[in-house]
């Protein structure tokens, strides 16, 4: 009998966190994926538990009753065209090409559809769509910047190597800083591991980033401000204010690091914390080089909002029920559509569990819905059951297609492991072909 191959895959892309680490060296033998370097422990984890089918009972079924792959699919067609408001959700652990699967089965059965960046819209779509955003790639922070800013955010914990990458050697560790590297600043909780490896340390009161990042902008811009209220509502000393506009105004190129759940971006009424940081790097703009940099969740996020935009004209939340794009980030949010009767089937597809749905898993047993997931049904967390669950291809290992990091720059997957289970772009597009056969265009065309 011949000896399983071994093949050893090069700089393969990481989907398990935004950095999307682009070197990792990935050995794969007999189907399974045995040996990764470059990989932090999260990911290691990820990458080695591979594709293993864990409960073959409920990978495709009806009302909890096991069927087939085609059945499954029929059934899930049947709902969508008898739906009158359907809803697609998730689209974060699947590739770009999948993702554009998803936006088609919206537009073509006149749904909604939106993606966790619907709750983090208002804080990171609307600075960006009404002043603009000074932004970098992650090469650029490693290249040029010689002051980074961790704006409330400790990217040891959330994205482990982004700093031994990104951050240029020399700046970690106290004073630091200097010819080589960047100095680098924590503005936040001080016993974070990012702040303990920082050159400055600034811990603003949580919940007043706004008044410290107004601080900062009025200092630049050269106002005077007194020491007391300066300290009353940040809760550090006008002194280090001083210390890190001085710093951000004589640099060469700045950055400012944000991540869009620690710095509490993610709250509606965080909006103008996440435009303020950003009003700061433009302010700083007038006189030098500074970017922002948000580091986003695990998946293929920033892929999704790209997707979106290029198919409809907007990031998120998009209703298509009048057979053209409407944008409504909060109007259109799956939580206020089900509460609202506006939705009377949802489908779930590629959802990142870990976050966002936890307001709305209370509410998916009241509308018949569809799971279409990587993950075996177990390893998800508590829910009500689906009316129809589909499982697919183990995203970032079986998925190949187009990753994008969280900087927008697009990465290519490889197909490392063969699965048993289809892709969530193929499970979409059979969909899609069935739903089209069934309500035919004015003009006959499917
Ligand atoms: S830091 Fe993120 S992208 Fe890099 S290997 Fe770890 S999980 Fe993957």
Not at 127 to 154: K, M, N
Not at 240 to 268: F, N, P
Not at 316 to 332: I, K, N, T, W
Request: aromatic residues 8%.
């Amino acid at each position: 009998m011949t000896p399983p191959q071994r093949q050893r895959w090069l700089d393969v892309a990481c989907g398990f966190c935004g950095c999307a680490c682009d070197d990792l060296n990935v050995d794969v033998e007999g189907g399974r994926i045995i040996g990764i370097e470059n990989a932090c422990e999260s990911a290691r984890g990820s990458f080695l538990a591979g594709e293993v089918p864990a409960d073959k009972a409920t990978d495709f079924s009806i009302v909890g009753e096991p069927v087939g792959y085609e059945q499954a699919v029929s059934r899930a067609a049947d709902l969508l065209t008898e739906a009158e408001a359907p809803f697609i959700y998730g689209l974060t652990r699947m590739t770009s090409e999948a993702q554009c699967a998803a936006v088609e089965l919206a537009d073509r059965i006149g749904g909604r559809i939106d993606t966790p960046a619907g709750l983090f819209c208002p804080a990171l779509g609307t600075p960006l769509q009404q002043s603009g955003v000074s932004s970098c790639t992650f090469g650029e922070v490693r290249q040029r910047a010689d002051v980074i800013v961790f704006w409330q955010c400790d990217p040891e914990r959330t994205h482990p190597r982004f700093r031994k990458r990104y951050c240029p050697d020399g700046s970690v560790g106290p004073g630091a800083g200097g010819s080589r590297g960047a100095f680098v600043i924590c503005v936040g909780d001080p016993g974070t591991k990012t702040a303990t490896k920082a050159d400055q340390v600034l811990p603003v009161s949580r919940g007043r980033e706004y008044e410290a990042a107004g601080v900062v902008r009025g200092l630049i811009a050269g106002h005077e401000m007194g020491e007391s209220a300066v300290f009353d509502q940040t809760g550090v000393s006008l002194a280090e204010w001083k210390l890190l506009a001085e710093r951000l105004r004589t640099c060469h190129y700045g950055v400012i690091v944000c991540e869009e759940r620690q710095a509490g971006l993610s709250d509606w009424s965080n909006r103008y914390d996440a435009a303020a940081v950003h009003q700061l790097a433009i302010d700083v703009c007038n006189r030098t080089r500074c970017s922002v940099v948000t580091l986003r969740g695990p998946g293929n996020p920033v892929s999704a909002e790209m997707v979106f935009t290029w198919q409809t004209g907007f990031p998120c939340s998009v209703d298509l029920v009048a057979g053209y794009p409407r944008y409504g980030p909060a109007e259109f949010s799956l939580e206020r559509s089900i509460a609202r009767r506006e939705a009377d089937l949802v489908v779930i597809v590629g959802e990142d569990w870990d976050h966002g749905l936890e307001s709305i898993c209370g509410r998916l047993g009241s509308v018949p819905w569809i799971l279409i997931e990587d993950r075996a049904w177990a390893d998800l967390p508590a829910r009500p059951a689906p009316t129809i669950r589909i499982r697919t291809a183990a995203f970032g290992v079986a998925t190949p297609g187009t990753l994008f990091r969280a900087d927008g720059v697009p990465l290519p997957l490889p197909r490392l492991l063969e699965s048993p289970f289809p892709d969530a772009g193929r499970v979409l597009a059979d969909m899609l072909a069935r739903v089209a056969r069934a309500t035919p265009t004015a003009g006959g065309e499917p």
